[in-house]
C-alpha cells in the first residue's frame, strides 16, 4: 500500500548533536512537508518543497534545514539541537494535481533533546 | 486573530449523542477546507473535505460558511471509537496554497 515513513520513530539527543529525520514516500507526490507539533500549538510548517531541489522555508524554519535530492524523499536536520527542539515532527505529502491539496502524514518522529 | 480557530475542549459525551464542532477562520480569502482526525500521538488522517455545498458521510457532515468564515462538522450517534483530536484545516488561494492547522478540538465519548 502507498505509504509515506519516517525514521526514526523515536529519538533522545543531546543540546547540541546534530540530527537527521528521514522522511519517505511512495505515493508518487510531488509536494513534501516537515511540520512540528505541540501540545497546545498545533501543526506548524518549518519547511516544505514542491519538487526535488526546491525548498522554501515555512513559519518556523530557524535552526532546521533540509534536503530534497529525490522525489521520494525529504530529510530534516537539526545541525545543533536545543531543548526547545524536542515536540512531534511530522513528514506529509501532496499531489499538484489535485484541486484541493489533501495531505497525507508519516507516523511521526517523536524528539527529545536533553 | 488567530488564522483558525477551534475550541480545544474537551468535549465528553455519551455514547449515541450528536455533537458539533465549528472552526472560524479569518481569511476570506481561504478555498478549501479539511476535516483531520488525530489519535493520540498518532499523526493526523484526513476525515473528510468540505465542500460549498456541505457534505455527508455516513455518521459525519461537514458544512461550510462563507459569510461567517467557519465550518462544521457534526457527528451522529457517537461511538466510542470517534474518541479523538478532530483538526480543521484551511487552504489558502495561489501557488503555495498555505495550509494552517488549527489546534484540534478533543472528543471523549464515553460509555
Known amino acids: 500500500d502507498a505509504d509515506v515513513t519516517q525514521t526514526p520513530r523515536n529519538r533522545i539527543t543531546k543540546t547540541g548533536k546534530r540530527i537527521m529525520l528521514e522522511c519517505s514516500q511512495t505515493k508518487g507526490h510531488d509536494r513534501m512537508y516537515w511540520y512540528r507539533q505541540d501540545p497546545g500549538l498545533g501543526l506548524r510548517l518549518i519547511y516544505y518543497?514542491?519538487?526535488?531541489?526546491?525548498?522554501n522555508k515555512g513559519e518556523i524554519s530557524d535552526g532546521y534545514s533540509v534536503s530534497r535530492q529525490a522525489q521520494a524523499k525529504f530529510s530534516l536536520s537539526l545541525e545543533s539541537a536545543i531543548p526547545n527542539q524536542t515536540a512531534l515532527y511530522f513528514c506529509?505529502?501532496?499531489?499538484?494535481?489535485?484541486?484541493?491539496?489533501?495531505?497525507?502524514f508519516g507516523p511521526g518522529t517523536r524528539l527529545t533533546v536533553l | 486573530r488567530k488564522e483558525v480557530e477551534q475550541d480545544p475542549g474537551p468535549f465528553n459525551v455519551p455514547e449515541g449523542a450528536t455533537v458539533a464542532f465549528n472552526c472560524t477562520y479569518s481569511?476570506?480569502?481561504?478555498?478549501?477546507f479539511f476535516w483531520y482526525r488525530q489519535d493520540c500521538r498518532k499523526e493526523p488522517k484526513l476525515l473528510m473535505s468540505v465542500y460549498s455545498s456541505g457534505n455527508e458521510d455516513g455518521r459525519f457532515t461537514a458544512q461550510l460558511n462563507r459569510a461567517s468564515q467557519y465550518i462544521s462538522l457534526l457527528i451522529r450517534d457517537s461511538k466510542l471509537s470517534d474518541s479523538a483530536t478532530y483538526l480543521c484545516v484551511v487552504n489558502q488561494a495561489g501557488g503555495y496554497q498555505k495550509v494552517t492547522f488549527g489546534i484540534g478540538t478533543k472528543l471523549q465519548v464515553i460509555p
Open positions: 506529509a505529502t501532496s499531489d499538484a494535481s489535485k484541486a484541493y491539496n489533501e495531505q497525507f
Open positions: 481569511n476570506s480569502a481561504s478555498q478549501s
Open positions: 518543497s514542491f519538487d526535488v531541489k526546491d525548498i
